[in-house]
């Protein structure tokens, strides 16, 4: 299967369609951020609202849409709407934050166990980032950005 975020209903919800191609299915009606397919295939990792609340939380979901077994609360300075990653063994989820424009990578376990800060940064923001198969390497895309804000009246 590939799994994937559509706006089609109007909402970002999550599909699916085979590799060989075909129809896409419906998998979750509920919106939904970024998703990250566990490494033993039986579960996805996702931002979600929680139920009877309005925070995004991480949502440990079966792969057929069922509801989710695990919801993970993170610090509010961890950012799950943008990249979320497995350990290689499924027993964690991987995100990004962002503190004081700082960022760095922690670990989530599924288990309820304590968060992790995964990385030590003193500067620059994390872009994006990805766990090597065997979990023993982590890549990050880091860096900062200016950003200008330019009015023009008048125009024609």
Same mark, same amino acid.
């Given at each position: 299967w590939i799994f994937f975020l559509s706006w089609r209903t109007g909402l970002q919800t999550l599909w699916k369609m085979p590799t060989e191609g075909g129809e896409a299915i419906h998998v979750i009606d509920k919106p939904m951020g970024r998703v990250a397919l566990s490494p033993d295939g039986k579960f996805l990792a996702g931002a979600q609202v929680? $139920?009877?609340? =309005?925070?995004?939380?991480?949502? @440990? @979901? $079966?792969?057929?849409?069922?509801? %989710?077994?695990?919801?993970?609360?993170? %610090?509010s300075h961890v950012n799950i709407g943008s990249s979320l990653s497995w350990s290689p063994d499924s027993r964690a989820v991987f995100a990004k934050s962002d503190q004081g424009g700082v960022g760095?990578?922690?670990?989530?376990?599924?288990?309820?166990? =304590? %968060?992790?800060?995964?990385?030590?940064? =003193?500067?620059?923001? @994390?872009?994006?980032f990805a766990v090597s198969r065997d979990g023993k390497r982590l890549a990050v895309s880091r860096g900062y950005s200016n950003l200008d804000v330019v009015l023009i009246k008048d125009f024609r």
């Amino acid at each position: 299967w590939i799994f994937f975020l559509s706006w089609r209903t109007g909402l970002q919800t999550l599909w699916k369609m085979p590799t060989e191609g075909g129809e896409a299915i419906h998998v979750i009606d509920k919106p939904m951020g970024r998703v990250a397919l566990s490494p033993d295939g039986k579960f996805l990792a996702g931002a979600q609202v929680a $139920p009877g609340t =309005t925070a995004w939380q991480i949502a @440990i @979901i $079966p792969v057929d849409g069922s509801a %989710p077994v695990k919801w993970i609360a993170q %610090p509010s300075h961890v950012n799950i709407g943008s990249s979320l990653s497995w350990s290689p063994d499924s027993r964690a989820v991987f995100a990004k934050s962002d503190q004081g424009g700082v960022g760095n990578v922690w670990s989530f376990p599924i288990d309820g166990g =304590t %968060p992790k800060q995964v990385t030590a940064f =003193t500067s620059n923001v @994390i872009s994006n980032f990805a766990v090597s198969r065997d979990g023993k390497r982590l890549a990050v895309s880091r860096g900062y950005s200016n950003l200008d804000v330019v009015l023009i009246k008048d125009f024609r």
